[in-house]
T-cell receptor, first 111, second 113 residues
Framework: KAGVTQTPRYLIKTRGQQVTLSCSPI?????VSWYQQTPGQGLQFLFE???????NKGNFPGRFSGRQFSNSRSEMNVSTLELGDSALYLC??????????FGEGSRLTVL | QQPVQSPQAVILREGEDAVINCSSS?????VHWYRQKHGEAPVFLMI?????EQKGHEKISASFNEKKQQSSLYLTASQLSYSGTYFC??????????????FGQGTILTVHP
């Protein structure tokens, strides 16, 4: 079956702009989680959605937001980008807090 | 709160064994282990659940001590393909850590021929 698909794979933005990242989970998976990965901080939990509801949120500022649609596809948005937002953003889907299947990630560079 | 992994890095020769530890200050519901190769997404290795149940995809063993809130991943007879960064992730059993899969900082494993 198809894996987790994230788009875009790479993007470059400037400070102050906003960005929207998309994640299509594995068919049948209702849980989608987002992580920020940086060399210094490792994998940091952003939020988790299940059946269109945000179930959990990590310790990130309100500039980071997300949503999940009825088909389980998810988007995350970062507004007013800062240099420190440069990272690999990983999306993972699962049946329900079981094994996570990660996408290849969206690599964001903020200039 | 982020679990703590040790060691931070380990270098092996093919055929040698290694143990990676994961420790949490919170009561745990489950522990996950993933491996990430450079430039790739993390890949699931194993889940260890409270109560003793384990689910894994590879010939890698692990343990989960619920009382000590610790887990260990055992890599035996290492192969070159074992190289990568290993992450443990923990689901808390309650409180603010409940429902959040929080990852440790990772352990870099390098296997040489």
């Amino acid at each position: 079956k198809a894996g987790v698909t994230q788009t875009p794979r790479y993007l470059i933005k400037t400070r102050g702009q906003q960005v929207t990242l998309s994640c299509s989970p594995i068919s049948g998976h209702r849980s989608v989680s987002w992580y920020q990965q940086t060399p210094g901080q490792g994998l940091q939990f952003l939020f988790e959605y299940f059946s269109e509801t945000q179930r959990n949120k990590g310790n990130f500022p309100g500039r980071f937001s997300g949503r999940q649609f009825s088909n389980s596809r998810s988007e995350m948005n970062v507004s007013t980008l800062e240099l420190g937002d440069s990272a690999l953003y990983l999306c993972a889907s699962s049946l329900d807090r079981g094994e996570l299947f990660f996408g290849e990630g969206s690599r964001l560079t903020v200039l | 709160q982020q679990p703590v992994q040790s060691p931070q890095a380990v270098i092996l020769r093919e055929g040698e064994d290694a143990v990676i530890n994961c420790s949490s200050s919170k009561a745990l519901y489950s522990v996950h282990w993933y491996r990430q190769k450079h430039g790739e997404a993390p890949v699931f290795l194993m889940i260890l659940l409270k109560g003793g149940e384990q689910k894994g995809h590879e010939k890698i063993s692990a343990s989960f001590n619920e009382k000590k809130q610790q887990s260990s991943l055992y890599l035996t007879a290492s192969q070159l393909s074992y190289s990568g960064t290993y992450f443990c992730g923990t689901y808390g059993a309650g409180g603010t850590s409940y429902g959040k899969l929080t990852f440790g900082q990772g352990t870099i494993l390098t296997v040489h021929p």
